[in-house]
């Protein structure tokens, strides 16, 4: 094996030092000078045929923090007592008010804090989440919160990224779990929608098929059969204007009438969030 010299002698008989096997070796005396040794390569390796340069560094960026994630924290211990404490809390305290030195910044903070909570209610993925929260800037960045609710901004955030990734998630739904109300809810998704031109296509009935087909127990014909009835219903007009809700659990009630599989207007409406006068008459469009 290859030996490397070292510049610096044996502390013992002033001989060569060598690296092998990650320790420093007196070639001379045989003393081990040094058993660890800091490896400053890279800590990842990258299989891809790309340019990256596979440095040593911390934890990734991420859109759902003011900071993309930069910045350190004060961690919390029970182990220590008293004045010990006292201190870490105070230090603590100083480090978040200089983390935190804006108006702005401590409105992302809050708003990116209930994006982070309201996606993680409703299971959505993290690209959902980081969008959100670049939707969220931008809406900042036009002035668009004045005099409307961080909450209803957060909500309609959410959705929003939903709309446009095409993830089916209806405007109660995010309101059943966010601190907004459905009109704060609306107020900030109009400015979004209007403001910041989303990509946003109307919503297709056949998203919520599969969630509302495992809630009522049903089995795949029938989810089979129902989106049938949603390009029926597509074809004859009747899905404009309508709750896309409302069209996919009246379209798993007709199926699971046509199967004979036991599902009431009541149940069906209730996973929909909407009324059973609402799914009748899409009920009786579809048997016309």
Not at 89 to 100: C, D, E, G, L, S
Not at 115 to 129: D, K, M
Not at 212 to 224: G, H, N, P, Q, V
Request: charged share 30%; with cysteine.
């Amino acid at each position: 094996m290859s030996e490397a010299r070292s510049p610096q002698g044996c502390p013992e008989c002033d001989g060569h030092l060598g690296f092998e096997a990650g320790e420093t070796v007196c070639t001379d005396c045989g003393l081990v000078v040094s058993e660890y040794r800091i490896d400053h390569g890279p800590e990842w390796r990258s299989f891809a045929d790309d340019d990256r340069n596979p440095a040593r560094t911390g934890a990734p960026l991420t859109r759902s923090r003011h900071d993309r994630g930069l910045s350190t924290e004060i961690g919390r211990s029970t182990r220590i007592k008293g004045r010990k404490r006292r201190q870490f809390a105070r230090m603590r305290r100083q480090h978040n008010r200089a983390r935190i030195s804006t108006k702005r910044e401590r409105n992302q903070v809050y708003a990116f804090t209930e994006i982070r909570r309201v996606t993680s209610a409703l299971s959505l993925p993290n690209h959902i989440r980081d969008q959100a929260c670049s939707l969220f800037e931008s809406a900042q960045n036009e002035d668009l919160l004045r005099g409307r609710s961080l909450e209803g901004f957060a909500a309609a955030c959410v959705y929003a990224a939903c709309r446009v990734a095409g993830v089916s998630r209806s405007v109660e739904e995010v309101c059943d779990v966010s601190k907004a109300t459905e009109a704060e809810h609306q107020a900030a998704y109009g400015a979004l929608n209007r403001d910041l031109g989303l990509p946003v296509a109307p919503a297709d009935p056949t998203e919520y098929l599969p969630r509302f087909a495992t809630k009522l127990d049903l089995d795949s014909d029938t989810e089979r059969r129902a989106r049938e009835y949603v390009a029926e219903a597509r074809e004859e007009g009747v899905v404009g204007g309508k709750n896309p809700c409302g069209v996919a659990a009246a379209c798993l009630y007709t199926a699971a009438r046509d199967r004979g599989e036991d599902c009431t207007q009541a149940e069906a409406a209730d996973v929909a969030d909407v009324t059973p006068v609402t799914l009748r008459k899409t009920y009786v469009a579809l048997r016309e």
